[in-house]
């Protein structure tokens, strides 16, 4: 990585008569302070290129290490320490007029638009970026974001465009093949569901929720009880303040539903709304567009990322710990785009999210006794073929965390389930310890000072019922006796339609 800034401090007064003191200051700038806290021989070194009147020209040259806008910094702080304490002239500001920035790349990078980055080019295994900015984006680190949001679209295409990376952990016994349907569509001519009115979402029959109730009922008896996790209700509207410190903002955009309250409750900003309705009958969309407020944030996502607000900026007293919670107070909602498929590529889904915070010794052995929770459900309520694999998020490989991934502590392990009808793999429940990403960005502490860490887990009752129905079918009398019990009468109460 290369760096090369060409720019001028700004002085008080004249300091043309001081030449000789200021380009001392470079030359020594460039033995201490521009090479503090770099390897041997790869600091910054900087050049003064002239003076005219009050204005010092000058040249930064860096590496990754000391990087010239730090350098920049460190420079200006010599120069007033000089000029204010031998002279009484101050540094007023800075001005820059070149910054280009050259990042390693195997491939050119696709046409994009960043702020404060006037021109990007590629050339000989060499990305160039030409910023644009003034001291204060210096003083607040914006290269530094810069830099790194192409370090990460360049790593995420070394990721092998994939978004994880996925090593099989456990593997149940095959089962035998009883059913080779797609559940959904046997579901829909039973009339188990039907499709809602807006897309990817489900009115859920008497049967299907009777059996999510069932799911419910075994994650509350076989896991949350015994394990002590206490029920919260987590907010549905999230704002952008919680995405912020989740980390979500940084890339979940295209997947919101967003919410944007009205401008006002006045009648009167809505009354041409009501009227043009009441008269055609129809929905004036634009008309309502434009009396929208700016979106708050979305619909819940991830789902515990609004939990955090209710602990953040607090300390935890040590014999809190671990916390352990979970809610299973509303819906999710994704936007899927073409993915809809079934019951188990959904706009709006329910899951339980089960969410645990200690040290990290707790959070690890939460996440092992979830596990084997986990594994007698499947093996021997649900009796699924199923498996689960470690999977390290590109993201999390980016964010410095591949290391403890590898050491099998933070990261996701995802849980998959046969499907028979397409003999594909489905994805139907996550666990993940997170490490400290939530605390820290939330700013949660621990009372004995000892690190804060956290886990979470989302059961997806579409997607698990989208795994035991494509596994078992749609009649009870084929269903593992244990689960049937659960679950009662599936038909009892049922619609019938002439
Ligand atoms: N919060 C996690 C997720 O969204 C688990 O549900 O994947
Ligand atoms: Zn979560």
């Known amino acids: 990585m290369e760096f090369r800034l060409k720019g001028s401090f700004k002085c008080s007064k004249d300091v043309s008569e001081v030449f000789d003191g200021i380009e001392a ?21 900087s050049r003064l290129l002239g003076i005219e009147s009050g204005r010092v020209e000058f040249e930064i040259k860096s590496g990754r290490y000391v990087r010239a806008h730090d350098a920049l910094l460190r420079l200006k ?8 304490k031998e002279h009484h002239i101050g540094v ?44 204060k984006e210096l003083e607040d680190r914006v290269p530094d974001r810069i830099i790194r949001l192409i370090e990460e679209k360049i790593a995420k295409k070394d990721f092998g465009g994939k978004s994880e990376h996925w090593e ?28 809602g009115a807006v897309r990817g979402q489900w009115i859920h029959g008497i049967q299907i929720t009777r059996i999510f109730r069932a799911f419910e009922r075994i994650v509350v008896d076989e896991i949350l009880k015994p394990l002590g996790y206490a029920e919260m209700i987590f907010p549905k509207v999230v704002g952008w303040d919680v995405w ?8 979940v955009y295209p997947e919101i539903y967003y919410v944007s309250p009205p401008q006002s409750r006045d009648p009167e900003l809505w009354e041409d709304v009501i009227n043009y309705y009441r008269v055609t009958q129809e929905v004036p969309i634009d008309m309502i567009r434009e009396r929208m407020g700016d979106p708050i944030g979305g619909l819940c996502y991830a789902q515990c990322p609004p939990f955090w607000p209710f602990l953040q900026g607090q300390t935890i ?26 019951i188990e590529r959904v706009d709006e889904f329910h899951r339980i999210e089960i969410l645990w915070l200690g040290t990290p ?29 470690w999977v390290t998020p590109w993201f999390m490989a980016q964010e410095g965390m591949s290391g403890l991934s590898e050491k099998g502590e933070v990261g996701t392990i995802d849980y998959e389930a046969i499907l028979p009808y397409n003999e594909t793999w489905l994805e139907f429940q996550n666990l993940s310890v997170n490490g400290d990403k939530y605390p820290k960005g939330f700013n949660v502490k621990l009372q004995s000072g000892e690190e804060l ?15 035991f129905l494509a596994q078992k079918g749609l009649d009870q009398e084929n269903w593992p006796d244990r689960f049937s019990a659960i679950v009662g009468d599936v038909e009892e109460g049922a619609v019938r339609l002439v």
């Not at 007293?317 to 079934?342: K, M, W």
């Not at 010794?361 to 694999?389: C, M, N, P, T």
């Open 168 to 195: 099989l952990l456990t593997e149940s016994e095959p089962k035998k093949r009883i059913f080779n349907k797609d559940p959904t569509e046997e579901m829909i001519k039973r009339r188990w569901l039907i499709h």
């Open 361 to 389: 010794d707790q959070v690890v052995k939460q996440s092992k006794a979830l596990q084997e929770r986990y594994k007698k459900i499947f093996d021997e309520i649900l009796e699924l073929e199923w498996r689960s694999a």
């Open 244 to 251: 912020k410190r989740s980390g979500h903002l940084k890339g």
């Open 25 to 45: 200051v470079f030359a020594d700038a460039n033995k201490t302070v521009l090479t503090k806290g770099a390897p041997h021989g790869e600091g910054a070194s």
């Open 317 to 342: 007293a040590n014999e809190s710990v671990p916390v352990r919670v979970f809610d299973r107070s509303g819906t999710s909602h994704r936007y899927e785009s073409g993915g809809i498929h079934g």
């Open 77 to 84: 702080k010599a120069l007033s320490a000089y000029l204010g």
């Open 453 to 467: 860490w956290s886990g979470c887990s989302g059961v997806g009752l579409e997607r698990w019922a989208a795994a």
């Open 92 to 135: 007023r500001g800075v001005e820059v007029d070149a910054f280009t920035v050259k990042i390693p790349s195997d491939e050119p990078p696709k046409p994009m638009k960043i702020p404060f980055v006037r021109e990007i080019s590629y050339n000989a295994g060499m990305i160039n970026l030409e910023l644009e900015l003034s001291l």
